[in-house]
Nanobody, 129 residues
Framework: EVQLVESGGGSVQAGGSLRLSCKVSGFGVGDSEMGWYRQAPGKECELVSSIKSRRGQSGTPYYADSVKGRFTMSKDNAKNTVTLQMNSLKSEDTAIYYC???????????????????WGQGTQVTVSS
């Protein structure tokens, strides 16, 4: 059974840090392109960061311009987890963050709108200024 379970969200003040984790079961993260997405109230689903599979890896994770230099995504193939280290958080980072298998999910206006099992349930990140 495919499951992606996020943890690590919460509330922090601007300038603070949070570390999100996504525990995956049912497939291997090493053989998959994995992504972190987010959706803020009233905004569309946004790809924050992604890492390709071992076969297709470019060697460098993708980051949205808005998080470059502040966020770091990594995979732990042995633990079958992906993480997103978020530093220097800003109020505009406030959103629900989702872990997903990026080479399978279809991203529409809303994250998880297709109901695919390859999305996590989401974790809330709130940054206060």
């Amino acid at each position: 059974e495919v499951q992606l379970v996020e943890s690590g969200g919460g509330s922090v003040q601007a300038g603070g840090s949070l570390r999100l984790s996504c525990k995956v079961s049912g497939f291997g993260v090493g053989d998959s392109e994995m992504g972190w997405y987010r959706q803020a109230p009233g905004k569309e689903c946004e790809l924050v960061s992604s890492i390709k599979s071992r076969r297709g890896q470019s060697g460098t994770p993708y980051y949205a311009d808005s998080v470059k230099g502040r966020f770091t995504m990594s995979k732990d193939n042995a633990k079958n987890t992906v993480t997103l280290q978020m530093n220097s958080l800003k109020s505009e980072d406030t959103a629900i963050y989702y872990c997903a298998r990026a080479d399978i999910v279809v991203v529409l206006t809303n994250c998880r709108s297709t109901g695919s099992n390859y999305w996590g349930q989401g974790t809330q990140v709130t940054v206060s200024s």
